[in-house]
Nanobody
Framework: QVQLVESGGGLVQAGGSLRLSCAAS????????MRWYRQAPGKQRDVVAT???????YYADSVKGRFTISRDNAKNTVYLQMNSLKPEDTAVYYC???????????WGQGTQVTVSS
């Protein structure tokens, strides 16, 4: 059974930092590309950052230079370090594996990030 469990969200003032974690089980984590998404109220769920199995990273333009995605394969965990947070970063953040032809996409339950101005 695949499980993705996010943690680390909370309330922070603009300019502050948070680190999100996503612990995975039930998947061959080291072989999976992983993503962080976010969804603000009334908006669609958008990709924030991606990390491939070999550690290559990709970011949405809105977070480049402020957010860093990383992974620890020994801990089956992917992280999202968020610095210089802005009120517009307020959203529920979700992690997911990147689906392949052989393996579907799974979602965590999400973690709320609220940035006050």
């Amino acid at each position: 059974q695949v499980q993705l469990v996010e943690s680390g969200g909370g309330l922070v003032q603009a300019g502050g930092s948070l680190r999100l974690s996503c612990a995975a089980s039930g998947i061959t984590f080291g072989l999976q590309a992983m993503r962080w998404y976010r969804q603000a109220p009334g908006k669609q769920r958008d990709v924030v950052a991606t990390i491939t199995s070999d550690g290559s990273t990709y970011y949405a333009d809105s977070v480049k230079g402020r957010f860093t995605i990383s992974r620890d394969n020994a801990k089956n965990t992917v992280y999202l370090q968020m610095n210089s947070l802005k009120p517009e970063d307020t959203a529920v953040y979700y992690c997911s594996n990147v689906a392949t032809t052989a393996f579907g996409r799974y979602w965590g339950q999400g973690t709320q990030v609220t940035v006050s101005s």
